[in-house]
């Protein structure tokens, strides 16, 4: 068996959504998802210019030795670029090999370990009275988790996670509008006197049994986020995620001793390397990577497994960002792995997103269920992908009340 030809889209509605296609000779075809947000031509490129002409020829089914190939056989290894690209490729052999053995996915993993998958979504407002609706509508809608951002007294209105005004709060990380950022501005002390009560005044209007989930999105300084994780544990979060930078990881052992908040960490992580220490001195309880730039499923299968050793549980990322392609390998993975946490999740399903990527994967009740179809049980419509062009984007940049340059 051989892989013939593969190409890129770059497009999808309202998204920049990067879909490999990898076509064999026996009419099998595997699809792959490289999106890197507001980076997308880099992975596209890399796969159309250095990667797709090194794997026409290669039998499809031998997906270790071809991860092995590009990654070893690179010189320089990782980064979310190349890993994103890599991540693609081996998602569409997965999805091959599934096919082949009519099968899905799941299955070659060990099968089922649950049939739905906890999922969480996000509720946001730019004040506390704007977050308490908008946590309001994700439980009408079955969720029982929800991530909640608020905005900050005394903080200019747009700060992470929050949208300006009471306006759609899930799809406005990425800037369409070119790629000069825009200017988010943080102050550590305004967000560390306002956020602790507001996440106790969430639990004491919610409940004890809704889990709840925050963002801090790197922005505190290791000190900051082990005064922080304490203030919080009244609020009894499901986990604190990204509470300061890790690349620093040795930094994680100051909150560590200080708080037992769960902290959950590895959303821009691309390497089993990059995990490796806060995994196996237990320094976070969930591990965020995500398919698509952590090397597809082979190399997250691997983290998934190590974290399992040490009670680190998952909770892949799942912004917009994501198609609907890794968000149906980490459906796949999110049904099997033992040590499954809970998985982001943000409706993708638009009528457009679904004539694009049609599958018969379904959330209910907060839950998301897998397909049974072979592979990863979802398809690319080329003709539908004709009416999408790349648009450039790009993150906001964050600076601190005096001008210093901050950490998005
Ligand atoms: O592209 C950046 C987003 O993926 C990131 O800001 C989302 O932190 C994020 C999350 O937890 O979903
Ligand atoms: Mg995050």
């Given at each position: 068996?051989?892989?013939?030809?593969?190409?890129?889209?770059?497009?999808?509605?309202?998204?920049?959504?990067?879909?490999?296609?990898?076509?064999?000779?026996?009419?099998?075809?595997?699809?792959?998802?490289?999106?890197?947000?507001?980076?997308?031509?880099?992975?596209?490129?890399?796969?159309?210019?250095?990667?797709?002409?090194?794997?026409?020829?290669?039998?499809?089914?031998?997906?270790?030795?071809?991860?092995?190939?590009?990654?070893?056989?690179?010189?320089?290894?990782?980064?979310?670029?190349?890993?994103?690209?890599?991540?693609?490729?081996?998602?569409?052999?997965?999805?091959?090999?599934?096919?082949?053995?009519?099968?899905?996915?799941?299955?070659?993993?060990?099968?089922?370990?649950?049939?739905?998958?906890?999922?969480?979504?996000?509720?946001?407002?730019?004040?506390?009275?704007?977050?308490?609706?908008?946590?309001?509508?994700?439980?009408?809608?079955?969720?029982?988790?929800?991530?909640?951002?608020?905005?900050?007294?005394?903080m200019p209105?747009a700060s992470y996670?929050?949208?300006?005004?009471?306006?759609?709060?899930?799809?406005?990380?990425?800037?369409?509008?070119?790629?000069k950022p825009k200017l988010e501005i943080w102050d550590a002390?305004?967000?560390?006197?306002?956020?602790?009560?507001?996440?106790?005044?969430?639990?004491?209007?919610?409940?004890?049994?809704?889990?709840?989930?925050?963002?801090?999105h790197h922005r505190l300084r290791?000190?900051?986020?082990?005064?922080?994780?304490?203030?919080?544990?009244?609020?009894?979060?499901?986990?604190?995620?990204?509470?300061?930078p890790?690349d620093?990881?040795?930094?994680?052992?100051?909150?560590?001793?200080?708080?037992?908040?769960?902290?959950?960490?590895?959303?821009?992580?691309?390497?089993?390397?990059?995990?490796?220490?806060?995994?196996?001195?237990?320094?976070?309880?969930?591990?965020?990577?995500?398919?698509?730039?952590?090397?597809?499923?082979?190399?997250?299968?691997?983290?998934?497994?190590?974290?399992?050793?040490?009670?680190?549980?998952?909770?892949?990322?799942?912004?917009?960002?994501?198609?609907?392609?890794?968000?149906?390998?980490?459906?796949?993975?999110?049904?099997?792995?033992?040590?499954?946490?809970?998985?982001?999740?943000?409706?993708?399903?638009?009528?457009?997103?679904?004539?694009?990527?049609?599958?018969?994967?379904?959330?209910?009740?907060?839950?998301?269920?897998?397909?049974?179809?072979?592979?990863?049980?979802?398809?690319?419509?080329?003709?539908?992908?004709?009416?999408?062009?790349?648009?450039?984007?790009s993150h906001p940049v964050v600076r601190l009340q005096d001008g210093t340059l901050w950490n998005y």
């Amino acid at each position: 068996m051989k892989i013939t030809d593969a190409k890129v889209f770059v497009g999808g509605p309202g998204k920049n959504y990067v879909t490999l296609k990898i076509q064999t000779d026996q009419g099998i075809y595997g699809l792959g998802d490289a999106t890197l947000n507001n980076r997308e031509t880099l992975p596209a490129c890399y796969l159309e210019e250095y990667l797709i002409p090194n794997l026409v020829g290669k039998d499809p089914r031998n997906s270790e030795d071809i991860w092995q190939f590009f990654y070893r056989g690179a010189y320089f290894r990782k980064g979310p670029v190349a890993m994103a690209a890599f991540g693609a490729i081996d998602m569409a052999l997965w999805d091959i090999k599934a096919k082949l053995a009519n099968m899905p996915l799941y299955q070659l993993f060990g099968g089922k370990s649950r049939d739905g998958a906890m999922l969480y979504s996000h509720a946001a407002g730019s004040d506390l009275e704007h977050l308490m609706d908008s946590i309001g509508a994700q439980i009408e809608q079955g969720y029982k988790a929800v991530r909640v951002q608020c905005g900050v007294p005394g903080m200019p209105a747009a700060s992470y996670g929050v949208p300006e005004g009471s306006g759609d709060n899930r799809h406005f990380i990425t800037d369409f509008s070119g790629i000069k950022p825009k200017l988010e501005i943080w102050d550590a002390d305004c967000y560390m006197r306002f956020m602790p009560d507001a996440l106790m005044q969430v639990r004491e209007r919610f409940g004890a049994e809704l889990k709840l989930l925050h963002d801090v999105h790197h922005r505190l300084r290791p000190r900051e986020s082990a005064e922080f994780a304490r203030q919080v544990e009244p609020a009894r979060l499901f986990w604190l995620e990204d509470p300061t930078p890790a690349d620093d990881q040795n930094a994680l052992r100051l909150l560590r001793s200080h708080s037992t908040a769960p902290i959950a960490i590895g959303e821009v992580f691309n390497s089993v390397w990059d995990c490796k220490q806060l995994i196996e001195e237990e320094l976070i309880d969930f591990i965020r990577v995500a398919v698509t730039y952590a090397g597809g499923i082979t190399h997250v299968k691997r983290i998934v497994d190590l974290a399992d050793l040490h009670h680190v549980r998952t909770g892949f990322h799942g912004a917009p960002s994501h198609s609907p392609i890794s968000m149906a390998a980490q459906a796949h993975l999110n049904v099997w792995a033992p040590n499954f946490g809970i998985q982001e999740y943000l409706v993708l399903g638009s009528p457009e997103c679904d004539a694009l990527f049609p599958s018969k994967h379904r959330v209910e009740q907060g839950l998301m269920y897998v397909s049974n179809e072979p592979g990863l049980g979802v398809d690319f419509d080329e003709r539908e992908a004709q009416r999408y062009r790349y648009q450039p984007g790009s993150h906001p940049v964050v600076r601190l009340q005096d001008g210093t340059l901050w950490n998005y």
